[in-house]
């Protein structure tokens, strides 16, 4: 695989048994993803978009096919490997923020490295940085419920970038949010991607998924031209 890739999916598949009935919702996924590029994966509801991203962001394991992140393949790591490469290479957004409600926001931002690496000076200094390049320098100790949505979205954007990641993945980064929270989201990303962050988001929002580089639409476990 080249070095400039940092997703490769050859022929992926992912299905599911509910007792005897198979459910086929990924169905032959081919996806390269460079480093850089910014990816809207759009379509309509229960066609596999977040079980996609699950299987990119290491979280989930393709049924059949090949999964190569950074040029390596994982299909067939352990849960450990792969626990390892996820905390250190992907950051994680989702739609409901999932952040810790008792917890500050920069104790929210700082909380990836009790899984690896430890909390530093030098992370507690980052993580303050991070909040204050996302307009949150006043909001360091308010806690989850003291903010907005946008707010929150923000503080879990600093939260999937505290261990400086290749890949940020966001599912439906938006939704919960009004509009202007949600450009304000999306200036965001852009500004990571332009910095040279790749990212894979998911929306339904097509004036949302405008502002990626490339959109890919996913039907019934397949994308389509
Ligand atoms: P989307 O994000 O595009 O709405 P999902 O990836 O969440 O779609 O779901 C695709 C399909 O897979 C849905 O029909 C869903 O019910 C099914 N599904 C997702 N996760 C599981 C699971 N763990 N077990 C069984 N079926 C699942
Ligand atoms: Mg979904």
């Known amino acids: 695989m080249e070095k400039n890739f940092i997703v490769n999916l050859i022929d992926v598949t992912k299905v599911y048994f509910i007792g005897k009935v198979k459910y086929e919702v990924l169905k032959g996924i081919n996806l390269d993803i460079e480093k850089g590029d910014f990816v809207a994966i759009m379509g309509p509801s229960g066609g596999g978009?977040?079980?996609?991203?699950?299987?990119?962001?290491?979280?989930?394991?393709?049924?059949?096919?090949?999964?190569?992140?950074?040029g390596k393949e994982v299909s067939k790591l352990s849960a450990g490997e792969l626990a390892r490469i996820r905390n250190s290479r992907i950051g994680f957004v989702f739609q409901a923020f999932h952040l810790v409600p008792w917890a500050s926001a920069l104790e929210n931002v700082l909380m990836p490295l009790l899984?690896?690496?430890?909390?530093?000076?030098?992370?507690?200094?980052?993580?303050?940085?991070?909040?204050?390049?996302?307009?949150?320098?006043?909001?360091?100790?308010?806690r989850p419920p003291e903010l907005s949505g946008g707010q929150q979205q923000r503080v879990a954007i600093a939260r999937a970038l505290i261990n400086n990641p290749i890949l940020l993945l966001a599912d439906e980064p938006t939704g919960n949010l009004?509009?202007?929270?949600?450009?304000?989201?999306?200036?965001?990303?852009?500004?990571?991607?332009?910095?040279?962050?790749?990212?894979?988001?998911?929306?339904?929002?097509?004036?949302?998924?405008?502002r990626a580089k490339k959109i890919k639409i996913l039907k019934d476990g397949q994308f389509i031209e």
């Open 49 to 70: 978009k977040s079980t996609l991203l699950n299987i990119l962001g290491l979280l989930d394991r393709p049924t059949s096919g090949k999964y190569f992140f950074e």
């Open 115 to 142: 899984y690896g690496g430890g909390i530093t000076k030098e992370k507690i200094e980052y993580a303050k940085n991070l909040l204050e390049r996302l307009g949150l320098s006043a909001y360091l100790h308010f």
């Open 178 to 210: 009004d509009s202007k929270s949600s450009n304000e989201v999306m200036d965001i990303l852009q500004e990571l991607n332009n910095q040279g962050l790749t990212i894979v988001m998911v929306t339904h929002d097509q004036e949302i998924a405008k």
